[in-house]
């Protein structure tokens, strides 16, 4: 598994492109606010927290969590938007999660940067910590790689199919669409999607 904090002490973090996502800023413009909830919204994987702040300027409160503890400092020097915290910790952890609830989840660069055979405990665990009818809205990377990348290392791609079947067994499909709004060289290389967890989806309990 990459050394993230390692990563950002040395600066090595080409997926901080210095502001929040345009796949997200696009989903803001497009769905307002009402999609997230009353909050809190948690951002798993959130790095410095561009995507957090974004979000908090829509009024709602939110935790960014990331499992590097210089990304958590450097996301907690800005200067604060509205009702963002930020935690260093794993999300995937069933003892991080115990006792908390999430009106919604934003996925950004989270789910590409684990293992894929950490997938189905991601899927659980973004299940877990919503609350009955809660939403899971994310930026997924399908080809995040170029020709003669290195794909045994993060970022992994995915298929929708595979998205689909994934979170199926918890949530709903809303929403999805392909995004207009993206960094250069990932037109149509990135699916949005929205999914509501079901109103009987039962989370196993974790020790």
């Not at 009702?83 to 950004?108: C, I, K, M, N, Q």
């Not at 609350?131 to 170029?146: R, S, Y």
Request: proline share 9%; charged share 25%; with cysteine.
């Amino acid at each position: 598994m990459r050394d993230w904090e390692a990563c950002y002490r040395a600066g090595e973090t080409p997926w901080d492109k210095g502001g929040a996502a345009p796949p997200l800023l696009e989903l803001i413009e497009r769905l307002g606010p009402a999609l997230w909830g009353g909050g809190p919204v948690l951002v798993p994987g959130c790095g410095v927290g561009h995507d957090v702040r974004a979000l908090a300027g829509l009024g709602i409160p939110l935790l960014g969590v990331d499992i590097a503890k210089t990304a958590i400092e450097r996301a907690g020097a800005f200067p604060a938007i509205g009702a963002e915290t930020y935690e260093v910790g794993d999300f995937l952890t069933p003892g991080w999660r115990e006792g908390r609830r999430f009106s919604a989840v934003w996925e950004h660069t989270c789910f590409c940067a684990i293992d894929p055979s950490m997938r189905e405990a991601y899927a659980e665990a973004v299940a877990g910590v919503l609350a009955p009818g809660g939403v899971l809205a994310g930026v997924f990377f399908l080809t995040p790689n170029d020709p003669g990348d290195d794909r045994s290392v993060p970022p992994f791609d995915v298929s929708i199919a595979e998205l689909e079947g994934l979170f199926s067994r918890w949530f709903e499909r809303i929403d999805a669409w392909v995004p207009q709004r993206v960094y250069p060289g990932r037109e149509g290389r990135e699916w949005t999607g929205i999914f509501r967890k079901l109103p009987h989806a039962r989370v196993a309990a974790q020790t």
